[in-house]
């Protein structure tokens, strides 16, 4: 239960709701307190008052009590628990009826607390009969003596009044709390109800129909951003499974033919008994085309490395451009050699560093000299130039082969696409859709533009790694 937001949100609102309610009881028990004890408070000082008015001395020895207050009341009912007593010059002067015993001392040892000012004295202790009183003693001057006038009030009907409230508090608890469980458990499942609507319309998307998609608007406000989010999510997905779906499906077209041209030269091979030198000639075919198809499948394993985030920007390290350049134009030599082109570079970028791998750039790189010196003419020219630009690390290889259409500059990245011009040549189609990807996993760029005197020119540009 504790693992759901609906099982939390239930025990918060529970436990938050009950505190408040136990809170609140326990504040208004103190409430009462206060309000019976400063009700008895203000009775006592009435009666004090009462009994300091009363005082009148002939020898300053006796009371004259003239209230019938005093002499009908509850003052003269025995142990009432309505009592007094008054002290003059520390000898007793007078004293209620109601207090049998007149020996009984009112006064306990400490205060509950003192009024300087009014010189008053405020006590809790047990009456003759074991009761609680509230006790108020006032010290003056009276006739130049000391006087000492103590008033006492029985608690026992008002703390059985807070008792009472105590009980009925303690008899309602378990069903207020069984109500607040109730109301918590009715607010916690309405809250997630747009959460259970959400669940449900994901639910029904699936690999089969992933161009469905969430309407925002009819969700809750909080959740609109997230199905926002997720449609979006939706979106890369569905584009990720297309690509996904055309890759396999251009794979296995472009590999069939290979694979059939294999099958055929064996079974011609097969038909019938053949010399050495055709045999020969049906093993360069077949190795030529077996070739090919490694180039392809070993594109395609590149391209799903790539795909799957093999190259993390984390583990990167700083890369000498100019050292994968070499390397590529070392590798791109024989190519160019055998197509009778001439290979040459211009690094005006010396020394400028970028995060990266370096195997991946220079795969890259080779891919783009290799296409260059591939589709060009017999005597052409391919460049590779390295230089700083608008602080950022530009790589030019520009050739004089046979150009870029603009109908195809937008999609020649395009795994598996092949220019019109370009489908008689051998090749893969993915060369520069693993340029493109290895330029995306670096934070780079890469264009292609048709040059106005033919070849075409491919313009790289990576973000130069932080001084160290």
């Not at 306990?108 to 004295?121: C, T, V």
Request: net charge negative; glycine share 6%; aromatic share 8%.
């Amino acid at each position: 239960m504790l693992r759901s937001i609906k099982g939390r949100l239930l025990i918060w609102i529970f436990c938050s709701v009950t505190a408040l309610f136990c809170a609140f009881g326990w504040a208004l028990h103190l409430k009462l307190h206060y309000v019976v004890e400063d009700s008895v408070d203000r009775m006592l000082h009435a009666s004090l008052q009462l009994v300091k008015g009363l005082v009148h001395t002939h020898d300053g020895k006796t009371i004259q009590c003239e209230s019938n207050e005093f002499v009908h009341g509850d003052y003269v009912t025995p142990d009432s628990g309505h009592y007094y007593k008054v002290l003059i010059d520390g000898g007793l002067a007078g004293y209620s009826f109601s207090l049998v015993d007149k020996d009984f001392d009112l006064i306990p040892g400490e205060p509950l607390f003192h009024n300087a000012k009014a010189q008053e004295w405020v006590y809790q202790t047990v009456g003759p009969n074991s009761e609680p009183l509230r006790v108020i003693r006032h010290d003056f001057v009276f006739m130049d003596k000391p006087v000492r006038v103590i008033v006492a009030e029985d608690l026992t009907e008002s703390l059985s009044m807070i008792h009472r409230l105590a009980n009925f508090f303690l008899v309602v608890m378990p069903v207020v709390v069984f109500v607040i469980g109730l109301i918590s458990f009715l607010i916690a499942s309405v809250s997630l109800r747009p959460l259970e609507l959400f669940s449900a319309a994901l639910e029904k998307i699936s690999h089969k129909n992933l161009e469905e998609r969430i309407e925002p608007s009819r969700q809750a406000a909080e959740l609109q951003r997230l199905a926002a989010k997720f449609n979006a999510l939706l979106e890369r997905l569905h584009q990720a499974f297309e690509a996904e779906k055309n890759l396999l499906g251009n794979a296995a077209h472009e590999l069939k033919t290979p694979l059939a041209v294999i099958r055929a030269e064996c079974d011609i091979a097969l038909m019938k008994p053949r010399s050495a030198e055709e045999h020969q000639d049906s093993l360069q075919e077949i190795r030529s085309v077996s070739e090919s198809m490694l180039d392809q499948v070993n594109g395609l394993l590149t391209l799903a490395r790539l795909d799957s985030g093999m190259l993390d920007a984390s583990a990167f390290q700083p890369v000498s451009l100019e050292d994968c350049i070499a390397d590529a134009v070392r590798l791109a030599d024989p190519l160019a050699v055998k197509k009778n082109v001439l290979l040459s570079t211009s690094l005006n970028g010396g020394g400028l560093m970028v995060a990266g791998d370096k195997e991946m750039l220079t795969e890259a790189l080779l891919n783009l000299i290799e296409n260059a010196v591939k589709y060009n003419h017999p005597g052409g020219f391919v460049s590779v130039e390295l230089c700083w630009r608008e602080g950022r690390a530009e790589i030019v290889v520009s050739d004089t082969g046979i150009g870029i259409s603009e109908e195809d500059k937008d999609r020649i990245f395009d795994r598996f696409y092949r220019a019109a011009s370009a489908r008689s040549m051998e090749g893969s189609g993915l060369g520069l859709s693993i340029v493109k990807a290895v330029m995306q996993a670096h934070h780079g760029e890469i264009h292609a533009e048709a040059q106005s005197g033919g070849g075409s020119r491919f313009v790289l540009s990576l973000p130069l790694a932080a001084a160290a």
